[in-house]
């Protein structure tokens, strides 16, 4: 068996010292109407001058919610995408060049309009590339300020050990960050384990995940979905959690969300159908693989409202059609059973979970995964006309989705804080 989550972080690591979350210093101005300043990490006021000063923030201190921190929506400006290079020949079996080439395209797409940087870049190398799921969860406060979550993670329920690189990143980027921006960014680590990609916010105080993924015995096997919730409301800064209750065929990660359904403004979320044309009652595909799980999500965000009360506008995205199915070498059992994880069992030979909801938006641009597949055009104008606002950027991922995931599991965002008291602020150029 393969050492515990918590002990291999221990096998990484020297246990950190805690912050005091003591210093008044940390807001920097006042302006009129600008809040009393609140207690936070800093390291005593003083930016970061040398490796190894820790900057986690220690057991009972206040959370990110208590100081007013909250996770921004994907729409909002970003500073950084943060990707790894794919370099495991495990996850992409003899198409790993391809699935690379993919990637560099994609990265280059991005760099004109969001810095992209690579885990490798900064000297941190993990087992696998799926950095949405493993990286930093950045938060923002009103003033500017920056600050990390960092989850456990157990490599999606034990599945594919070592993860020990994957566990660290997050305080290695924080690291990073801290160096970069010259000041303590400070960095909240949790018991709790939990993936990017199984949930996505709006905002505004809107979560949606799935009970698949969040409520899996291989997760967190002690937390009900009240504590669970409430852990999300207090490190995250949202009030109100949309829960979704089935995951897709072949998704190795018991049911993430950002294959299934993604915010694209503060009401609007878009949602995988089983139809041809991801029009709901209309060419409905009932003898679809994942028609019953999209179905049951489907009505679930139909009944769903967001934390004002409101009903979501939700619009439809079509299945990929036909669906995809990577040929599996005779020598890949361990891949094939993957593939069918969900169930116990191989799915038709190499069924990969394609899904045109698996997007990352940008700074106005939405980049959308596309198949070679007929559907790919049908879900271009479906996020044409569901987020105007945004530009939607095709980049073909049928190699990368050979390793179970597609953009949005390959990426993880760097927020641009934001101080909305400064006089200088204009709330409709940030967004």
Same mark, same amino acid.
């Given at each position: ?5 918590? %002990?291999l972080?221990?096998n990484?690591h ?5 912050? *005091? ?9 006042l ?7 609140r207690?936070i990490?800093?390291?005593?006021g ?5 490796? =190894? ?7 009972g201190?206040p959370?990110p919610?208590?100081l ?6 994907e729409?909002?400006?970003? +500073?950084?995408i943060w990707?790894t290079?794919?370099?495991?020949? %495990?996850? /992409? *079996? ?7 080439e ?8 991005m760099?004109k309009?969001?810095?992209? !940087?690579?885990t490798q870049?900064?000297?941190v190398?993990?087992e696998?590339a799926w950095v949405?799921d493993?990286g @930093?969860? &950045?938060?923002?406060d009103d003033?500017g300020?920056?600050?990390?979550n960092?989850?456990r &993670?157990?490599s999606?329920g034990?599945?594919y050990? @070592?993860w020990? !690189?994957?566990?660290a990143? @997050?305080? $290695?980027?924080?690291d990073?960050?801290s ?7 400070p960095? /909240? ?9 199984s949930?996505?916010v709006n ?8 009970e698949a993924? #969040?409520l899996h015995p291989n997760?967190n ?11 999300l409301?207090?490190t ?13 065929a072949?998704d190795?990660?018991?049911?993430? +969300? %950002?294959?299934?359904?993604?915010w694209?403004?503060v009401?609007?979320?878009v949602?995988?159908?089983?139809t ?12 679809h ?5 999209? %179905?049951a999500? /489907?009505?679930?965000l139909?009944q769903?409202r967001?934390q004002?009360g409101q +009903?979501l506008?939700?619009?439809?995205l079509?299945v990929?059609?036909p669906? #995809?199915f990577?040929?599996l070498p ?8 993957t ?6 069992k191989a799915i =038709?030979g ?9 997007f ?5 641009h $939405?980049?959308l ?5 007929p559907?790919?055009d049908l879900?271009?104008?479906?996020l044409?006309?569901?987020a105007?606002? #945004?530009t ?6 049928e190699w990368l989705?050979?390793?179970? =995931?597609a $953009?949005?599991c390959?990426?993880? +965002?760097?927020?641009v ?5 400064d006089? =200088?602020f ?6």
């Amino acid at each position: 068996m393969p050492p515990s989550p918590r %002990d291999l972080r221990e096998n990484a690591h020297e246990r950190p010292a805690n912050v *005091p979350l003591d210093d008044p210093t940390y807001r920097r101005k006042l302006a009129p109407g600008r809040p009393v300043p609140r207690p936070i990490a800093r390291h005593n006021g003083k930016p970061i001058k040398r490796a =190894g000063e820790s900057h986690v923030v220690g057991p009972g201190a206040p959370t990110p919610a208590e100081l007013g921190f909250r996770m921004p929506a994907e729409f909002e400006p970003q +500073q950084r995408i943060w990707v790894t290079t794919p370099t495991n020949p %495990d996850t /992409w *079996p003899g198409c790993l060049d391809q699935a690379q080439e993919q990637h560099a395209l994609w990265c280059g797409a991005m760099q004109k309009v969001v810095d992209v !940087k690579t885990t490798q870049s900064i000297g941190v190398a993990p087992e696998d590339a799926w950095v949405r799921d493993y990286g @930093p969860i &950045f938060l923002i406060d009103d003033e500017g300020n920056l600050a990390i979550n960092n989850f456990r &993670f157990n490599s999606w329920g034990g599945k594919y050990p @070592p993860w020990d !690189k994957m566990d660290a990143t @997050p305080l $290695l980027v924080a690291d990073f960050v801290s160096h970069e921006r010259g000041e303590h960014v400070p960095v /909240w680590t949790h018991d709790m384990i939990l993936e990017g990609g199984s949930f996505g916010v709006n905002g505004k105080g809107s979560l949606l995940t799935t009970e698949a993924c #969040l409520l899996h015995p291989n997760r967190n096997p002690s937390l009900d979905k009240a504590t669970i919730e409430a852990h999300l409301e207090a490190t995250l800064g949202v009030s109100h959690v949309i829960w979704m209750p089935l995951g897709l065929a072949g998704d190795d990660t018991d049911g993430h +969300q %950002d294959d299934l359904a993604q915010w694209v403004n503060v009401d609007t979320v878009v949602a995988v159908h089983p139809t041809h044309s991801g029009q709901p009652g209309g060419d409905t595909l009932r003898d679809h693989h994942d028609f019953a799980a999209l %179905d049951a999500n /489907w009505e679930a965000l139909s009944q769903a409202r967001d934390q004002d009360g409101q +009903q979501l506008n939700l619009v439809a995205l079509p299945v990929v059609d036909p669906p #995809l199915f990577y040929p599996l070498p005779p020598d890949r059992e361990a891949f094939e059973h993957t593939a069918g994880y969900q169930h116990g069992k191989a799915i =038709g030979g190499g069924l990969v979970p394609a899904s045109y909801a698996n997007f990352l938006i940008a700074n106005g641009h $939405l980049f959308l995964p596309a198949f070679g597949r007929p559907t790919d055009d049908l879900a271009i104008r479906a996020l044409e006309q569901a987020a105007p606002h #945004l530009t939607v950027v095709p980049i073909r991922a049928e190699w990368l989705v050979v390793g179970l =995931g597609a $953009l949005h599991c390959l990426s993880q +965002q760097q927020p641009v804080p934001v101080d909305i008291y400064d006089p =200088g602020f204009n709330a409709d150029a940030s967004g």
